[in-house]
């Protein structure tokens, strides 16, 4: 069966770094997209880009272009995304999730939730 | 960038009521519109795609229409078990922007 698994949480201070990964197994890694989404606690969901783990290609928000960067390793079916210069406002849960057939998330990673404090 | 807004942010209604959810987007994208549940806790939830069709194990009170600007999720008999935020997300090119959500509780 299809699945997604993140890394756990991360607390990290302002200006950090912090890289996410994501774990697929259950389809062939290479062959469908990943998509990035975030959520701060009690919020809306924020779309931040895509990545072809086949190509390495990769689309950003343009609000994260800059500081954030979308990776994969083919051999280890890993997708990871690296978020720099951390800001309080980036304490949020972060979701890798596949896009299926009809171009949507259709599988969802557990979630990684990011602490960004002093 | 296509902005995304949702109407209402919030409602509340009785079991059995009929609830329609309005998304609207800055330009016309076509029928390249989404939208998913999501319950406390969990990731979010893919009802309607190509904002009309089912996702496969969908219960069938669950519709959408529209295409362009103006699109509308509706639940024609509401349950319990809908209690939950819905986003609306275009799809047509990145980026993939959702609404702000519109949380459903039972009056």
């Known amino acids: 069966q299809v699945q997604l698994v993140q890394s756990g949480a991360e607390v990290k201070k302002p200006g950090a770094s912090v890289k996410v990964s994501c774990k697929a197994s259950g389809y062939t890694f290479t062959s469908f997209d990943i998509n990035w989404v975030r959520q701060a606690t009690g919020q809306g969901l924020e779309w931040m880009g895509w990545?072809?783990?086949?190509?390495?290609?990769?689309g950003y928000a343009q609000k994260f272009q800059g500081r954030v960067t979308m990776t994969r390793n083919t051999s280890k079916s890993t997708a990871y995304m690296e978020v720099s210069s951390l800001r309080s406002d980036d304490t949020a849960m972060y979701y890798c999730a596949r896009v299926g057939y009809n171009l949507l998330p259709d599988y969802w990673g557990q979630g990684t939730l990011v602490t960004v404090s002093s | 960038d296509i902005q995304m807004t949702q109407s209402p942010s919030s409602l509340s209604a009785s079991v059995g009521d009929r609830v329609t959810i309005t998304c609207r987007a800055s330009?016309?994208?076509?029928?390249?519109l989404a939208w998913y549940q999501q319950k406390p806790g969990k990731v979010p939830k893919l009802l309607i795609y190509a904002a009309s069709a089912l996702q496969l194990g969908v219960p069938s009170r669950f519709s959408g229409s529209g295409s362009g600007t103006e699109f509308t999720l509706t639940i024609s008999s509401l349950q319990p078990e809908d209690v939950a935020t819905f986003y609306c997300?275009?799809?047509?090119?990145?980026?993939?922007?959702f609404g702000p959500g519109t949380k459903v509780d039972i009056k």
């Open positions: 990545m072809n783990p086949n190509s390495g290609n990769t």
């Open positions: 330009q016309g994208i076509s029928n390249f």
């Open positions: 997300q275009k799809y047509n090119s990145a980026p993939l922007t």
